[in-house]
């Protein structure tokens, strides 16, 4: 039976359970019943991410209605040696769908009438949307400064929308004793685990899509949210022998607000808190990443390295993107302009045709409307 445990602990939970954490203050994992990835109970006749439902602690049938045919996004190729998954093709405009759908089909399983989420605006909006599907109430709070078009999603929606002043830290603490105070559902992208349930079909569908995997692997980091599904489908992956060793995993943050590549330079088993300074990239603004701890000891389990997006080159590489047919956001295009870092020259010096050098995926994680003033 699948249940939630606290590794900090030893405490186990019943994935019903609607406390946010474990009584200790540590943060859920899960301990799923479900099997690993199999091509074989795959699910050809769904055209949603929910072909892979499966491989999920999913209970029955709620996911067909909150659906709204999120996942199944097209890789293409950018240049030579470089693939992007168009994740910002989702029903809110960003990856945070693939979290949102699964942890609002959950919700509905549970019986829950309402929750709360912080975020910086796009896992709120995508916790807003499924919620709305699911005719679950939902307040979301948001840091000052985000995203305008953002926030009039949310509302859009039909969530109640919290600002907060200060950073995205400051939200996460603000929400989080809403939480403790209301009683309410703690939808987060952060804490629930179910959350990576959703974002580990990214690298599912990569598998599928290509019949193998890229020899790079390139995530924005900041809480992790992408990160982790990605480890969790890394192994499902090599258990099942569909792949022989891990592919190169570079996780990206912002020079910034790196909490996570300081620590792994120093060898750390944690992180932070880290000074956010001011950022385009604010997706991956994360001075105190809740899960850096795992964060981490995943990525010294996969062999990943970090690298870090220079401010000066975020716009340089979004006005790349877009001449190439792609607009996304300063996010998606702070990890363009770290790859192009890591492969040693600038947006203008990418020649389409060039070869050499592993093959790498980046997710286009946003669309860039989204974060335009």
């Not at 769908?97 to 896992?123: F, H, K, P």
């Not at 850096?292 to 996969?302: D, G, H, M, N, T």
Request: charged share 25%; with cysteine; glycine share 10%.
């Amino acid at each position: 039976m699948s249940e939630l445990y606290c590794p900090d602990c030893g405490s186990s939970y019943p994935l019903d359970t609607r406390e946010p954490a474990c009584a200790c203050g540590g943060l859920f994992e899960l301990r799923s019943d479900a099997p690993g990835y199999d091509p074989a109970l795959v699910d050809s006749g769904e055209w949603s991410m929910f072909r892979y439902r499966r491989f999920m602690p999913l209970a029955g049938e709620a996911w067909r209605r909150v659906s709204m045919g999120e996942g199944r996004t097209p890789v293409v190729r950018l240049d030579g040696r470089t693939l992007v998954k168009l994740d910002y093709l989702m029903p809110t405009l960003s990856f945070k769908d693939r979290g949102a759908a699964v942890l609002a089909a959950r919700c509905a399983e549970l019986g829950v009438r309402r929750v709360v989420q912080d975020s910086s605006g796009n896992a709120g909006n995508a916790v807003a949307a499924y919620c709305a599907r699911a005719g679950i109430a939902c307040e979301i709070y948001v840091p000052e400064g985000s995203s305008p078009r953002k926030m009039a999603m949310i509302k859009a929606h039909g969530a109640s929308l919290v600002v907060v002043p200060g950073s995205r830290d400051d939200t996460a603490r603000a929400c989080r004793e809403a939480v403790r105070r209301d009683g309410a559902y703690y939808a987060s992208h952060v804490f629930n685990p179910l959350f990576y349930e959703g974002t580990k079909t990214y690298l599912y569908e990569v598998y599928e899509q290509l019949g193998r995997l890229p020899e790079a692997l390139f995530i924005p980091v900041g809480n992790g949210t992408l990160f982790l599904g990605v480890s969790l489908a890394l192994k499902e992956l090599l258990a099942a022998g569909l792949i022989n060793a891990f592919p190169r995993v570079v996780a990206v943050q912002s020079e910034r607000c790196a909490p996570l590549a300081e620590a792994a330079a120093a060898g750390g088993e944690s992180a932070g808190p880290a000074l956010a300074l001011p950022t385009l990239a604010e997706g991956i603004a994360i001075g105190e990443p809740a899960r850096a701890r795992r964060i981490l000891r995943e990525a010294r389990e996969l062999g990943a390295e970090f690298a870090l997006a220079p401010e000066a080159d975020i716009m340089a590489a979004r006005e790349t993107l877009a001449t190439k047919g792609f607009y996304v956001e300063h996010t998606t295009a702070a990890v363009y302009a770290a790859y192009l870092a890591w492969r040693g020259r600038s947006a203008d010096e990418v020649d389409a045709a060039e070869a050499g050098g592993p093959e790498a995926l980046i997710p286009l994680c946003g669309a860039g409307l989204k974060s335009d003033k």
